[in-house]
């Protein structure tokens, strides 16, 4: 199982290197739009070094991190596989496909309003109006969650076999 959450989490740093490069076509576009950041082509390269050396932390502790996230399952020597761990690794993947699919939007809606907020003669937060407000909450939500999906695996994967086990046997009261 901690060689899954490992394959997971280094899945997630090749995904990160792949993501700076769009970060880095981002940037070009939002450079394009505003003249606020200047004519500076180290912008991109900094986001993009940014984004890679995250990867490379994510690869170099993933090994650890998913000992950590992973702790209390069962030893090589017992050699099988129960409900409790396939559904905790399928947590912590589930968490992780969150906050990537949460962070970068949030991110980007981010960066945008930064960019278009000294033109327009207003505050980031003010420009982003109430739908972008809403995004950003919903965001911002979806990033706590997933962040307690990663952290808190067993819990949660606990808690979901019991409710399936109470609801399909038919000996317990309803």
Known sequence: M??????????????LCITAFQAFGLIASVRKVTS????????????????????????????PLSRMLTYGMSRVEDARVSATDLVAVGCVLMGLWWLKEATFPLLGLWLKAVALSPEAG???????????????????LEIGVGSYFVM??????RRLISSVTAATDPESPS
């Open 36 to 63: 606020s950041w200047g004519d500076s082509p180290w912008l991109g390269m900094w986001i993009v070094g940014i984004f890679i050396g995250v990867a490379i932390i994510v690869w170099a502790i993933s090994t």
């Open 122 to 140: 207003q505050t980031a937060f003010a420009l982003l109006g109430a739908e972008g407000k809403v995004a950003a909450g919903l965001d911002l």
């Open 2 to 15: 901690r060689q899954l959450v490992t394959v997971g989490f280094r899945l997630f740093a090749i995904w």
């Open 152 to 157: 808190r695996p067993y819990k949660i994967a």
